[in-house]
Nanobody, 120 residues
Framework: QVQLVESGGGLVQAGGSLRLACAASGSIFSINGMGWYRQVPGKQRELVAG???????NYADSVKGRFTISRDNAGKTVYLEMNSLKPEDTAVYYCNARVVGVSLIASDYWGKGTLVTVSS
């Protein structure tokens, strides 16, 4: 089994910063892409940022220039540095990883989510 555990959410004032982390553990052979999604009640979950195993990144237009995604050298922890936060960034943030297990089968895994609240 594979677990993704997020940390770093919380309450911050508009203009402030937060850093999210997501650590993957379990029966992992390798991890391909990792990413952060967010969801607010009544809306679909949306991609915030993604990063490939090679380090290529992509961002939602709404966060470009404010958020930065990165991975550690082992490739099992992904970070999301969030700066200049706005009230509209308030959401539950979910970590996602495309994991190749020891069976060499790739599957998508999700964390349980961490709440980010930005006050105006």
């Amino acid at each position: 089994q594979v677990q993704l555990v997020e940390s770093g959410g919380g309450l911050v004032q508009a203009g402030g910063s937060l850093r999210l982390a997501c650590a993957a553990s379990g029966s992992i052979f390798s991890i391909n892409g990792m990413g952060w999604y967010r969801q607010v009640p009544g809306k679909q979950r949306e991609l915030v940022a993604g990063i490939t195993s090679g380090g290529t990144t992509n961002y939602a237009d709404s966060v470009k220039g404010r958020f930065t995604i990165s991975r550690d050298n082992a490739g099992k922890t992904v970070y999301l540095e969030m700066n200049s936060l706005k009230p509209e960034d308030t959401a539950v943030y979910y970590c996602n990883a495309r994991v190749v297990g020891v069976s060499l089968i790739a599957s998508d895994y999700w964390g349980k989510g961490t709440l980010v609240t930005v006050s105006s």
